[in-house]
């Protein structure tokens, strides 16, 4: 009993320690939009929602959502639904004299069959045609904006709007919960529920940090258990796997996995703290975060 009531205090202050309740795993429509919106910048301007049921209202930032005041009246309304993606002859004399002929991004110039007048902001997001949202690229440049606009201009996902970023003791709470998982899975067959953490860690009483550790544990198991993400190495996945006892039940340092499966550690350290961002949760980046999450 003072076994349990000792785990109960730690798994409550990490839960309070890191913010858990910031934890954000699912996105509405409308925030998925602002990814794309050329307005999203604007994010913070608009004012919280008091009203919990407003459908103007962001489920995951609170605020009322731009998309409802921008991106939908620009491709919803009757007036803009008309905007045309061509770009009329005096718009693209009026770009090419405003250029003088030279490629906006590489700053060549341009020969006569090679120019390309380009949506600035892509007319598929909401930019318009006129002049101003028209720039003159030569072929090969508007091949590789094409091909990498969401990368270079857009945000890779609603993280990047967050403003209280998780720090290396995110780990002291993870490292609790896949611990206990595994332990609990040793003795019983199955990973734990909320109603199991609530029973051995908090006297029968379920709440937020007891349901919120359960699906945790859950995304860890579904994330292990399932398809490798395409864009992580296949020995940095396994090596992930065996780092947080997926193999065996038992969690390792990240330099011994990183020298057991011959991977570089700066990898491994990217490759956890991507898993950490599927698990709900920004996480800082910088030299002081990345050195204290090793030594953590």
Same mark, same amino acid.
């Given at each position: ?5 000792? #785990? ?36 913070? #301007? ?134 206990? +998982? ?15 953490? +609530? ?14 550790? +359960? ?18 190495? +296949?020995?940095?996945f396994r090596g ?48 002081s975060s990345r ?6």
């Amino acid at each position: 009993m003072h076994q349990d009531e000792r #785990q109960t205090n730690v798994f409550a202050e990490w839960f309070d320690t890191i913010n858990a309740k910031q934890r954000a795993k699912s996105v509405c429509k409308p925030c998925w939009e602002i990814k794309y919106c050329p307005y999203g910048s604007l994010i913070e #301007q608009f004012p919280f929602s008091v009203d919990d049921n407003d459908p103007r209202r962001c489920r995951v930032f609170g605020h009322l959502c731009p998309v409802f005041f921008v991106a939908e009246p620009l491709t919803e309304t009757k007036e803009l639904r008309n905007i045309s993606r061509s770009i009329s002859r005096p718009t693209q004399f009026r770009v090419l004299k405003r250029e003088n002929q030279i490629c906006r991004k590489c700053g060549q110039p341009v020969a006569d069959d090679d120019i390309h007048f380009d949506h600035i902001i892509p007319w598929s997001k909401g930019g318009s045609s006129n002049e101003n949202n028209i720039q003159l690229l030569c072929s090969n440049c508007n091949l590789r904006k094409s091909a990498n606009f969401e990368k270079d201009h857009l945000v890779d996902g609603f993280f990047d709007h967050t403003k209280t970023p998780v720090d290396h003791k995110i780990l002291d709470y993870l490292k609790l919960l896949a611990q206990f +998982a595994h332990d609990f899975r040793s003795q019983h067959n199955h990973y734990p529920n909320a109603d199991d953490i +609530a029973n051995l860690m908090n006297g029968g009483e379920k709440g937020e940090p007891e349901e919120q550790g +359960a699906v945790v544990i859950s995304d860890f198991v579904e994330f292990f258990a399932g398809k490798r993400p395409e864009e992580m190495k +296949a020995k940095l996945f396994r090596g992930l796997k065996a780092r947080w006892g997926f193999n065996d039940g038992t969690l390792y340092a990240l330099d011994y996995i990183a020298e057991r499966y011959d991977q570089r550690i700066d990898d491994l350290l990217d490759a956890e703290m991507s898993l950490v961002n599927r698990l709900g949760w920004v996480v800082s980046v910088n030299k002081s975060s990345r050195r204290k999450w090793l030594n953590s």
